[in-house]
């Protein structure tokens, strides 16, 4: 018999009633067994030199050997207090009719405990979970090796505050994706636990579920408050100008100004929607939002009625992606939730805080340029300035502008064959190679494609009145800086097109203002500066103006 589960129902307890010992039954009310018992027992031959076998205190026998003569003399008197001490028959075991003939037992049908999920571990063999559904991907298709397939998922939250993703591959989705509602309270029981992957998985847990063909979801229609609708951890939006780029973060502030939406075209060829919003909170500071697909029409409609009627919401966004591409942005994931004025003590804070002046207070933003030296990535440096200012060489990267003109393109490499699969609203863009099967071969995503894609990996020369400085430029700034894309430029070159040259000599000497990441890296035993291009915008002659006579006047009270 396995014992599966124990629940303790009664810790202590008094002695029920006045229990007696059992009648004697022919045994000397004696600590020992005297040597005579034995003798003419079967099996025994009377004089021969036995073992005494003595009780200490009831439960721990003392075995004595005696030497040879009168075993009579050797054995002490009993006790007149003494206890009794009287060997019992185990009965052998019988099994109930049931279990009697049946073999080996298969199955344990048992209901499964359950347990925290904070307590989950790949070394339980059968558990069960009692959360909340906080959220639920969109049906993902997908091709590898094995041929096609389909995958969904959905994040958990117990009552402990525990927190785990769930997901389900083809037949499953099948099963449980109509059945799964975000909202409701469902007993989850009977899956394997891999490692979480980081990259998509953003909740606070090293597990994953991955529900099997054994697996239950029970729904609990009575729960309603033992367990929260959901569980944030806000970071303030001046904070988030910290923040790496692609952290997830939960933030919330008051929505000040909403875009219309608008149609674009992805990298992957397909179309969605997008519309940005402004928030802003008690920091002074504040941050753009980007809604993407159906967020757009849902959440992004109801807020942008809100604002038109002079009505500015509270918006909470569970699981936006930080963006660090123009600024700080945040944007929403496919596990995103935007909350309009939801019932938490932040969103009532700061509700009181903008009806109460914070309307009126002076913001600035961590996303665009909207006055000169609002935040860290609109300090102006010459490219001197960059070495001789020591940037980069911290913790942390700087982020620094510069108004300089591309001098130099190194054209022996200036892509890179990147892996074309999108996954979730994300493409993968690692470097793949060439397999023996003539496809092209990613490591991260373990699967081969018949088409790569290509990426800009430039290497360029910068320059302005102070000096010249390298830097490196990825996709985005290298389609702006030479007008096409790097698969275009690719093609051209292989072809042996005179245009490619002239693609590149038309993106020399022309003066941008670039947006350059610094951060001491180390190659090989060599630690040096690396500047990364992260944008680049044409010059406004207006705005520059407007920027130059500010500098000018800070410069000049000064004195």
Known sequence: MVILNMEVLVPECEIIGNPVLPPESGVSNS???RADQFNGAPGSTAGSTLTTVTRSNYNSPVIQRPMAGNLSNMIPRPSDNAQVFQPTVQPSYRPAPNYRNRGTIMKNDAPARIIPISALN???GRWAIKARVTAKGEIRRYHNAKGDGKVFSFDLLDSDGGEIRATCFNALVDRFYEAV???KVYVVSRGSLKPAKKDYNHLNNEWEIFLESQSTIELCPDENSSIPAMRFSFTSIDKIEDSENNAIVDVIGVVTSVNPSSTIQRKNGMETQKRTITLKDMSGRSVEVTMWGDFCNREGLQVQEMVEHGAFPVLAVKAGRVNDYSGKSVG????????????LAEAHSLRQWFDCGGRDASTQSISRDFTPAASRYEIRKTVAQIKDDGLGMGD?????????????????SFCYTACPNVIGDRRCSKKVTKSDSGNWFCDKCNQEFPECDYRYLLQLQIQDHSGTAWATAF???????????????????????????????Q????????????????????RRVKNTVFKVERIDPSAESKFLLDHISRLTGSY
Not at 397 to 410: I, L, Q, R, S
């Open 332 to 343: 929403t994931i496919s596990s995103s939730q935007l909350l309009i004025n939801p019932d």
């Open 31 to 33: 600590n020992t067994m």
């Open 475 to 505: 996709q985005e700034p290298g389609e702006e800086l030479l007008g096409c894309s790097a698969r275009e430029l690719n093609m051209l070159k292989e072809n042996e097109d005179p245009r490619y040259t002239d693609v590149l000599l």
């Open 181 to 183: 509602e975000v909202g």
């Open 122 to 124: 790949p070394y339980q």
């Open 396 to 412: 942390k990267p700087d982020w620094v502008t510069v108004k300089a003109t591309v001098v130099f393109f190194k054209t022996d």
């Open 507 to 526: 993106g020399l000497y022309r003066q941008h203002l670039l947006r350059l990441k610094v951060k001491e890296e180390t190659y090989g035993d060599e």
